[in-house]
């Protein structure tokens, strides 16, 4: 079965510059969650999507913007990169948004962000 | 959301059942358990969700208490491959999921 598909999966930036994560979900998924993992920590929720509007808004800086597509695929926008948005960041998709999600969230396998 | 506590570690036995705790008591009438998994570095994968009953699937099952203020994810027989970090949630029901600290479970032959 498909499953959540995310590129890069190893990205290596420097202080300042842009970086853009891009997720694809399981098809016909129309809800998107973007988490960042730090090393050693958990998983933070950053923000999510449903039918392409933003849903909800977790800790994501100022310096970070995302959107989803008519296709439903969506894109982490990261700029003015600081050595602490290293991390694992993680894209998940449901069916059904806020009212008809079954509550189960598919992960994918992640972009590793590294900033030098 | 409801903040929930979970042992900061677990060790079992290969082929014994591995039984996690969770407590959850400010948890409110309308907001599910769920249970999520990590395992180094990959995604988190779903185990398990339930609201009041006790909940079973291929993977595991789900106790809550009457009063819902615990719960207790069982892994009826646990293998090297579900060494993890277990984690478990409190959520309204179709709302992004707030991973707190979860359990690392060892499991050891």
């Known amino acids: 079965a498909a499953g959540v598909i995310q590129s890069p999966r190893h990205l290596i930036k420097e202080k300042r510059e842009t970086a853009t994560l891009k997720c694809y979900p399981i098809?016909?998924?129309?809800?998107v969650y973007w988490y960042q993992q730090g090393p050693g920590q958990d998983p933070q929720f950053l923000i999510s999507?449903?039918?392409?509007?933003?849903?909800d808004k977790g800790s994501i800086p100022d310096r970070f913007s995302a959107q989803q597509f008519s296709d439903y695929h969506s894109e982490l926008n990261m700029s003015s990169l600081e050595l602490g948005d290293s991390a694992l960041y993680f894209c998940?998709?449901?069916?059904?948004?806020?009212?008809?999600?079954?509550?189960?969230?598919?992960f994918g396998e992640g972009s590793r962000l590294t900033v030098l | 959301d409801a903040k929930t506590t979970q042992p900061t570690s677990m060790d079992c036995a290969e082929g014994r059942a591995a039984n996690l705790p969770c407590n959850h008591s400010?948890?409110?009438?309308?907001?599910?358990v769920y249970w999520y998994r990590q395992i180094h570095s990959q995604g988190p994968q779903y185990i398990i969700h339930?609201?009041?009953n006790n909940e079973t699937n291929e993977m595991a099952s789900l106790i809550i208490t009457e009063d819902r203020k615990s719960s207790t994810l069982i892994l009826p027989h646990a293998t090297l491959r579900d060494t993890a970090v277990y984690y478990c949630?409190?959520?309204?029901?179709?709302?992004?999921?707030?991973f707190g600290a979860g359990t690392i479970l060892r499991v050891k032959s």
């Open positions: 098809p016909r998924h129309d809800t």
């Open positions: 998940a998709s449901s069916l059904g948004g806020l009212a008809g999600s079954t509550g189960e969230l598919f």
């Open positions: 999507f449903y039918e392409k509007m933003q849903s």
């Open positions: 400010t948890i409110s009438g309308n907001e599910y």
């Open positions: 339930g609201l009041k």
């Open positions: 949630i409190v959520s309204l029901y179709g709302n992004k999921l707030v």
